[in-house]
């Protein structure tokens, strides 16, 4: 099975609201996490990533922090805005430099 | 920097043909190149690695003989969909890693919808 997993979409917000994105992760050892992002018409992006356990990656806005307690990587940005719509994939590394992906939560941001 | 392109950006074809995609990294060398595949509303599914002038490495149930990949510089990797069926359509996405970067640091190209008739 897919061993991550994260939060079915489509998520719609408004301007200016909170968002989560729940992330979790099956490993074993610790593996390094990452949020990518996919604007309309566009390819993935690397938004922000953590290396190792209680880091706490950070970009745009947006924050993720590995906790290992609970496998977990979610995504929160304080204040959403129409430009974040997008689609984002919660990722872990896996051997060999090859990437892990999750579904991807699809947003909506509403102006 | 790190600019990845593929082309082309959509394609048509009939079913029995074949096509090719090409994944270009525009301003480093990309010692590997992965090639994915995205259905809709899936997560992307790693199809293969390819390394400069070797052979490239699928993932379990991916058909080697029908996804043909070519690493043939460090610039570029084509993947060639043999004998394409209507199933075979869907979004086709490459990556690329430089020996710089740090671990896992890919840089993906803006993806190929393939869509067979």
């Known amino acids: 099975g897919n061993s991550v997993t994260q939060m079915e979409g489509p998520v719609t917000l408004s301007e200016e609201a909170f968002l989560t994105i729940n992330c979790t992760y099956t490993a074993t050892g610790y593996p390094s996490l990452f949020w990518y992002v996919q604007y309309p018409g566009e390819g993935l992006q690397l938004l922000l990533k953590?290396?190792?356990?209680?880091d706490k990656g950070s970009n745009k806005g947006f924050e993720a922090t590995y906790r290992k307690e609970t496998t977990s990587f979610h995504l929160e940005k304080g204040s959403v805005q129409v430009s974040d719509s997008a689609v984002y994939f919660c990722?872990?590394?896996?051997?060999?430099?090859?990437?892990?992906f999750g579904k991807g939560t699809r947003l909506h941001i509403l102006p | 920097g790190a600019v990845v392109s593929q082309h082309p950006s959509w394609v048509i074809c009939k079913s029995g043909t074949s096509v090719k995609i090409e994944c270009r990294s525009l301003?480093?060398?990309?010692?590997?190149m992965f090639w994915y595949r995205q259905f809709p509303k899936q997560s992307l599914m790693l199809m293969a690695t390819s390394n400069e002038g070797s052979k490239a490495t699928y993932e379990q149930g991916v058909e080697k003989d029908k996804f043909l990949i070519n690493h043939a510089s460090l610039t570029l990797s084509t993947l060639t969909v043999t004998s394409a069926h209507p199933e075979d359509s869907s979004f086709y996405i490459c990556?690329?890693?430089?020996?710089?970067?740090?671990?896992?640091?890919?840089?993906f190209g803006p993806g190929t919808r393939l869509t067979v008739t």
């Open positions: 990556s690329a890693s430089a020996p710089i970067a740090a671990q896992y640091e890919q840089y």
């Open positions: 301003d480093f060398q990309a010692t590997t």
């Open positions: 953590a290396t190792k356990a209680d």
């Open positions: 990722a872990r590394g896996g051997r060999d430099d090859k990437i892990i």
